[in-house]
């Protein structure tokens, strides 16, 4: 064991940000998910860290376990649920339409009227690709990935998951470049500062939907590069 703090010390200083990172998933998922199970993941995620930490591999202890608090609570969500199959062709309908139309901003009505679906299938539709679009990304950013190596079965420190997590990282990255000014900004607020897209639009000037349809817009830009190079 390499980090010397107490360990109930350290979940007693960790626990108010795992309550935020809970709180800001939750945001964005069913009620049927508890907020107590996602900190009670993230605690897990925690204690993990505090076993496993090794300073030689350059990160800080901080860095290290706030990866792997998300990346356990976002384990915990993709094992429990995923996107409903009978509407995935709306999805790819309101998908691309945000991408065509990410320089606009759409009202829920205009939106409906322009895609032609009910108020109740386009709040199927924005229920799940928030929820979709949220875990598929933080796959990326957390260095997951399972397109051609099963990360869930194999050792972490296996050298060919290590290279193959650095590949999705690089690709992420270099995507992630493109990116307009504003996007890549929006990403940064989010995902590495943990503010809520309530909190992203008063910071940028913009209304919480809109920070919402940027940011859906966004993850399909990138997913979309990604898949492609």
């Not at 009670?40 to 350059?58: C, F, T």
């Not at 945000?98 to 108020?119: A, G, P």
């Not at 924005?126 to 598929?136: A, C, E």
Request: no cysteine.
């Amino acid at each position: 064991m390499n980090y010397r703090l107490d360990k109930d010390q350290v979940v007693k200083n960790f626990l108010p940000k795992i309550k935020v990172i809970a709180l800001n998933l939750m945001t964005n998922l069913p009620k049927s998910v508890e907020l107590d199970d996602l900190i009670q993941e993230g605690v897990i995620g925690l204690l993990q860290s505090y076993e496993r930490y090794d300073p030689k591999h350059g990160a800080t202890f901080y860095t290290y376990a706030m990866t792997r608090i998300r990346g356990a609570m976002l384990d915990y969500l993709r094992k429990i649920d995923w996107l409903p199959k009978e509407v995935r062709h709306l999805v790819k309908k309101y998908e691309e339409f945000l991408v065509n139309n990410s320089d606009s901003f759409y009202s829920d009505e205009e939106i409906q009227e322009k895609l032609n679906i009910s108020k109740e299938e386009l709040n199927k539709i924005k229920f799940s690709i928030k929820k979709s679009q949220i875990l598929d990304l933080d796959m990326y950013i957390l260095n997951h990935g399972e397109e051609s190596i099963d990360l869930e079965k194999n050792d972490e420190n296996d050298p060919e998951i290590i290279a193959y997590k650095e590949i999705l990282k690089d690709e992420l990255e270099e995507n992630i470049k493109k990116l307009k000014e504003k996007e890549q900004l929006i990403l940064s607020l989010y995902y590495e500062k943990g503010l809520t897209f309530k909190e992203i639009g008063e910071i940028i000037g913009v209304s919480e939907s809109r920070i919402s349809q940027i940011h859906s817009s966004i993850i399909i830009k990138l997913k979309t590069s990604i898949k492609r190079g």
